[in-house]
């Protein structure tokens, strides 16, 4: 049958000339569009190594002279970190609270990007681009607030952090771009061309900058005790991120009267806290822009595919109409309709998989020359069989479409009016 088949295609090339090359752009097309939107999806839906479900970015401030309550310097006897820590003591003891932390511009979606210079000893020293990665300079309840996990899976506790001034906790990325995939707790690493080596304490999951971005190596500077101090005073205690896990979910109304009802537990000395907001408000900001520009893709994704619908259906329903008379013929000559529909099908598909050989080089080509993102997601066999299979199994369900419709009323003619027709 199949012989037979593709005798006829041949016989006919003239009129399926330009069905094939029709196919051979619209799989081309299709293909790559399915491609990056399949990387689209899996991109956004992958773990982000973090989770900001009930949390809350305390905005802090510096009373100014002509404020209520304004300490002067002659009567201030604390200092910045000193009130800092009480501040956040306060906040942590309200029963709503489940966990409060600090941050210095690493808070998940606050466009925090501090950079710093690392070296392994006795690792790969020439993995990363210009020895640079993004270091979060954090307290050690970051991890419990944002429920951040180790490579294993397991939340790291800030019980993990006792009796430590400062340490060092490197990202999964990071431990495969250094030592390759070898276990890296316990070695070593270099900041900033110093000759100092700092024991990598613990190794977390892949952490992702925001939802559209594949997770690349960072590590965390984790501090308590002077090294902290010295961080506040550095930066200012009224510049860190000040953020605090709710033991569940609350409204913005409700969160202004929980700050209400905390009164003056929200100041100390002169530091204090003028307002809250959500850091999913924070990611809607930062991902606005990729929001819109994905909706424009995919609008545009979708009019192409209605387009290719249409077109491919309605290829195939008039060429199946077309050959009204041939069909009608072969049902005098004795074929049921059964025989008939499968001849057409077959047909269609076998033009179809004809054009294998050459959107598979087409294909190839693209992938030889990195056209397709493989920056977020690698191309492997896997996501080729997936993209590449999919694009011909829904060309294929269009084709059975466009053969089908008009199938079902040439299968109603009777004999005579099909002689009739040839």
């Not at 210095?104 to 681009?129: A, H, I, Q, R």
């Not at 993990?160 to 070593?188: N, P, V, Y």
Request: aromatic content about 14%; glycine content about 6%; some cysteine.
């Amino acid at each position: 049958m199949i012989k037979h088949i593709l005798k006829i295609i041949w016989a006919q090339r003239k009129s399926n000339g330009w069905i094939y090359a029709e196919l051979l752009i619209v799989i081309s097309a299709l293909w790559f569009m399915i491609d990056k939107f399949y990387v689209d999806l899996h991109t956004y839906y992958s773990p982000l190594g973090y989770d900001i479900t009930n949390t809350w970015r305390f905005n802090l401030n510096n009373l100014n002279p002509q404020s209520p309550g304004y300490v002067s310097d002659s009567d201030y006897t604390s200092n910045q970190t000193a009130d800092f820590l009480q501040l956040m003591t306060q906040i942590r003891q309200n029963p709503m609270v489940e966990q409060v932390c600090a941050a210095y511009y690493s808070c998940p979606y606050s466009f925090g990007n501090s950079w710093s210079m690392v070296k392994p000893v006795e690792g790969d020293t020439t993995s990363l681009s210009q020895g640079m990665a993004q270091i979060r300079r954090v307290t050690p309840e970051y991890f419990e607030t944002f429920r951040v996990k180790d490579s294993q899976g397991n939340l790291i506790s800030s019980r993990l952090f006792d009796g430590k001034d400062e340490c060092t906790l490197i990202s999964r990325d990071m431990e495969k771009a250094f030592f390759h995939d070898q276990f890296a707790k316990g070695r070593k690493v270099r900041f900033n061309g110093s000759e100092e080596e700092v024991s990598i304490l613990a190794v977390t999951s892949a952490i992702r900058f925001d939802d559209y971005s594949k997770s690349e190596p960072c590590f965390f500077d984790v501090m308590s005790g002077t090294a902290f101090s010295e961080l506040v005073d550095y930066f200012g205690a009224a510049s860190a991120e000040l953020c605090v896990r709710m033991k569940r979910d609350l409204s913005q109304d409700e969160m202004y009267k929980l700050l209400e009802e905390m009164g003056n537990r929200l100041t100390v000395n002169n530091l204090s806290v003028y307002g809250v907001t959500p850091i999913s408000q924070f990611r809607d900001i930062q991902l606005s822009n990729h929001k819109e520009e994905s909706n424009k893709q995919m609008a545009l994704m979708v009019f192409l595919l209605i387009n290719v619908f249409f077109g491919i259906i309605g290829t195939f329903w008039l060429r199946t109409q077309y050959r009204q008379g041939e069909s009608g013929i072969r049902m005098a000559l004795g074929a049921n309709h059964f025989t008939l529909k499968q001849y057409l099908y077959s047909e269609g598909l076998c033009l179809l998989l004809l054009t294998l050989p050459f959107t598979i080089l087409f294909a190839v080509n693209m992938i030889y020359f990195n056209i397709p993102d493989v920056y977020r997601m690698p191309y492997t066999i896997g996501r080729f069989l997936l993209t590449f299979g999919g694009t011909y199994l829904l060309l294929a369900i269009m084709i059975v479409l466009g053969i089908l419709f008009p199938m079902r009323k040439i299968s109603k003619i009777e004999p005579a009016e099909a002689l009739h027709y040839e």
